[in-house]
T-cell receptor, first 115, second 108 residues
Framework: DTGVSQDPRHKITKRGQNVTFRCDPISEHNRLYWYRQTLGQGPEFLTYFQNEAQLEKSRLLSDRFSAERPKGSFSTLEIQRTEQGDSAMYLC?????????????FGQGTRLTVV | GQNIDQPTEMTATEGAIVQINCTYQTSGFNGLFWYQQHAGEAPTFLSYNVLDGLEEKGRFSSFLSRSKGYSYLLLKELQMKDSASYLCARGGNTPLVFGKGTRLSVIA
């Protein structure tokens, strides 16, 4: 297994367009997380999945954001009607569970630029 | 990030030792993690502490005091490649909550 992979690595979109990002976690990991990171800040939690169930969503995740993990494997994060403030690095991470005292492994991220 | 505080920037000399401090909110605490992040790259796991004391992994060590809500990351024999951001993250009964990171510059 080559670790967590994200696609695309970079995305430039016009304001108002919809974008979708994909994350493939480490295969035996049942927890998957989405974080957002802006320049000079640490990763901010957006949402996470335990298998296919979305168990927690941050207040940062407005109704323009939706995430899915339909079969408990890969996940997608969609942003509708993008705004310039959505420009950030979107990081996906996975961990084996079931306890919380285990490190999360991050993908390389998708850098979104909204123009 | 939920009252996780760490210095914004630090500078240290190649070959020296540097200590990066982190304080965090103690309620619901379940573990303290340190990640390294080079510019434009993903965070990579360095260490975690669940119990009080020092955990050593080569040139890197991490310390935890649960009663004080305090941790530090100690980097010894600094190398230029250690220039990066170091993220303190608090584990609880929720996904990791990260601090803003400490940008470390190692100079010759």
């Amino acid at each position: 297994d080559t670790g967590v992979s994200q696609d695309p690595r970079h995305k430039i979109t016009k304001r108002g367009q919809n974008v979708t990002f994909r994350c493939d976690p480490i295969s035996e990991h049942n927890r998957l997380y989405w974080y957002r990171q802006t320049l000079g800040q640490g990763p901010e939690f957006l949402t996470y999945f335990q298998n296919e169930a979305q168990l927690e969503k941050s207040r940062l995740l407005s109704d323009r954001f939706s995430a899915e993990r339909p079969k408990g494997s890969f996940s997608t994060l969609e942003i509708q009607r993008t705004e310039q403030g959505d420009s950030a690095m979107y990081l996906c991470a996975s961990s084996p569970g079931p306890t919380w005292v285990t490190e999360a492994f991050f993908g390389q991220g998708t850098r979104l630029t909204v123009v | 990030g939920q009252n996780i505080d760490q210095p914004t920037e630090m500078t240290a000399t190649e070959g020296a030792i540097v200590q990066i401090n982190c304080t965090y909110q103690t309620s619901g605490f379940n573990g303290l993690f340190w990640y390294q992040q080079h510019a434009g790259e993903a965070p990579t796991f360095l260490s975690y502490n669940v119990l009080d004391g020092l955990e050593e992994k080569g040139r890197f060590s991490s310390f935890l005091s649960r009663s004080k809500g305090y941790s530090y990351l100690l980097l010894k024999e600094l190398q230029m490649k250690d220039s990066a951001s170091y993220l303190c993250a608090r584990g609880g009964n929720t996904p990791l909550v990260f601090g803003k990171g400490t940008r470390l510059s190692v100079i010759a």
